[in-house]
């Protein structure tokens, strides 16, 4: 400090005041803070604001919250609004705490923390309204705030929606923006185009939030003319001011070709920029890219679904889980594979909730799952879901989290029969076993068409078997040969077999003993017993002209390997024989 300015200060701390802030406006404030400091020190409100402002920017001092919240509080008390309305946003922003005592810093303000407290609202509220009645705009706009989104005891959306009003006609773009909102939620079209006017006002000022909402409203053409590629410049802009959702959007758009010329590389290093400053949609995406790219990095695509996943993201946390359980990108665990599909499925995600149920009935989980999983299904289903309806059925058939009991199984699948293929073929299943509802083989040849219909094989098979032997109505034999060369043509060992047999027996299809043991090769091929004993004995026998006795033999070891009686004592005639 030059010896005129430290005799000047020494004389007059208004003057010393003065001086520094020439000092700053000049570029100097390692020269201008001395002198400022001096000011604040003989309780000069402007002064401590001033100091208050240095600490926490770093200008001519090294930063400190901790000392920029003392000097703000002293300016504060003094009456600054300035300073006032800045401390209020730090506790809203839970950059500082309240002191308990006004002259008392405590240990803990030694070490600055590096993650924000939870907001002060009661603390923010007193220094804000003061600000605000003094004339602050930008105490209007943070009061305004606090009235809208602070803590229910605080709210008062009218009163929030005045002090907006106060604030945007006062140039804040704070309250231009917030003012913005007020109306938007009052949901009155003919308020559109004033909703932009007052973005378009904010955004002008420079604020990151306001570029990014002119950018939706400009990509939608709200309030504004719909124009992509203009939406696209506000993304970009906000995005280079460091805003996580214009990041995100911005490389959406970049990625997908939707807002301007695809350019994937240059997407992905936004969606990135995205993801690291906490915008956990875009970490879960970019792990979905690495999935579900033409050369998936499953490692790569764990990373991003876990930062997601511990941001609280229930498809991340699921997918994370996929990974654990399938061993991809991450050593296989499948408790950690539970653990991620319990958080996901606590959560409220239904897609979770019905792979942890199937996890938990394979065995894996904790003890207490079993009970979640039920108390789940059944909020669900009472809502109306049919798929949880579904799945209560199944875990009061298996007595999963609840006593076992088949009349209720019957009545939640009978529920979710009405839009559940699953259901459909289960309900048929009860109705043909008798289980939970009375037996009637009627019904159950109706809702296995259904399900056949809607392309289950496994209903397709049930239903030609119905068909077949004329059990719930007329016997179809042809109508059941087309229904198991369609489920057959899916892989389903079952119909081939069955096709087999018709083509033996010339029961709905004509007699073709080489086409049937073509059928039933192709059934033993996939582990089908039955089909196995009948190749055997057509090799053995020669019944469709080829006679292959030590083909037919293996075929039989194999049958009797399944437990078929038939095939083993026909291996033990060959051995008498």
Request: glycine share 10%.
């Amino acid at each position: 400090m030059a010896i005129l300015d430290r005799l000047t200060a020494l004389a007059s701390p208004a003057l010393a005041l003065r001086r520094a802030i020439q000092l700053s406006d000049s570029g100097k404030p390692s020269e201008a803070f001395p002198l400022m400091a001096i000011a604040a020190r003989a309780g000069i409100a402007e002064a401590e604001y001033r100091v208050a402002r240095c600490y926490l920017e770093g200008l001519g001092v090294p930063p400190s919250r901790s000392e920029g919240a003392r000097w703000l509080r002293r300016a504060a008390d003094h009456g600054n609004p300035d300073a006032q309305s800045l401390l209020a946003a730090l506790y809203v922003a839970g950059l500082v705490a309240q002191e308990l005592d006004g002259n008392r810093i405590g240990s803990e303000s030694l070490f600055e923390r590096d993650s924000p407290r939870e907001p002060e609202f009661a603390a923010a509220f007193g220094l804000a309204k003061k600000a605000a009645e003094a004339g602050s705009a930008t105490g209007q706009a943070i009061l305004a705030y606090i009235l809208s989104r602070g803590p229910e005891a605080l709210r008062d959306l009218d009163a929030a929606h005045g002090w907006y009003e106060k604030s945007a006609a006062a140039g804040c773009p704070e309250g231009c923006l917030g003012l913005a909102l007020s109306l938007a939620r009052r949901s009155q079209p003919a308020q559109t185009i004033k909703v932009a006017a007052e973005i378009r006002r904010a955004a002008d000022a420079g604020l990151p939030t306001a570029i990014y909402l002119l950018g939706v409203l400009t990509e939608h053409g709200r309030g504004v003319p719909a124009d992509r590629a203009a939406a696209a410049r506000l993304y970009q802009l906000a995005a280079e001011k460091g805003l996580p959702s214009a990041q995100f959007r911005l490389g959406l758009g970049l990625i997908d070709g939707g807002l301007a010329d695809q350019d994937i590389a240059a997407g992905e290093a936004w969606m990135r920029r995205a993801a690291l400053a906490g915008n956990i949609e875009a970490a879960y995406r970019l792990g979905d890219r690495h999935v579900k790219s033409s050369q998936p990095d499953y490692a790569e695509a764990a990373t991003w679904y876990r930062r997601a996943a511990d941001a609280g993201h229930q498809a991340a946390a699921r997918a994370l889980a996929s990974l654990y359980l399938s061993g991809n990108g991450v050593a296989q665990d499948v408790e950690e594979g539970a653990r991620w599909l319990r958080t996901a499925a606590n959560g409220g995600n239904q897609e979770a909730q019905v792979d942890f149920a199937n996890l938990v009935l394979e065995g894996a989980g904790e003890p207490d799952d079993r009970a979640s999983i039920a108390g789940w299904f059944e909020a669900t289903a009472s809502s109306g879901d049919l798929i949880a309806a579904f799945n209560l059925g199944l875990c009061f058939a298996q007595g999963v989290g609840v006593r076992k009991d088949e009349e209720q199984a019957a009545q939640w699948v009978r529920r979710a029969a009405e839009g559940v293929v699953e259901a459909q073929y289960a309900y048929a299943r009860m109705l043909h076993d008798g289980r939970g509802v009375a037996a009637d083989q009627k019904q159950a040849r109706f809702w296995f068409e259904r399900a056949a219909d809607a392309g289950m094989v496994d209903a397709q098979v049930a239903l030609a078997e119905m068909l077949l032997n004329g059990r719930g109505g007329a016997c179809l034999p042809v109508a059941a040969a087309q229904l198991f060369k369609r489920a057959a043509a899916a892989g389903h060992a079952g119909a081939m077999f069955a096709i087999g047999a018709q083509f033996g027996s010339g029961q709905g299809l004509s007699l073709d003993p080489a086409a049937a043991q073509k059928w039933f090769a192709a059934a033993a091929e996939r582990g089908h017993g039955h089909a196995q004993l009948m190749l055997g004995r057509y090799l053995s026998n020669g019944l469709a002209g080829e006679q292959n006795p030590v083909a037919g033999r293996l075929w039989l070891e194999r049958a009797a390997a399944q437990g078929i009686q038939e095939a083993a004592d026909e291996l033990s005639e060959f051995a008498s024989g």
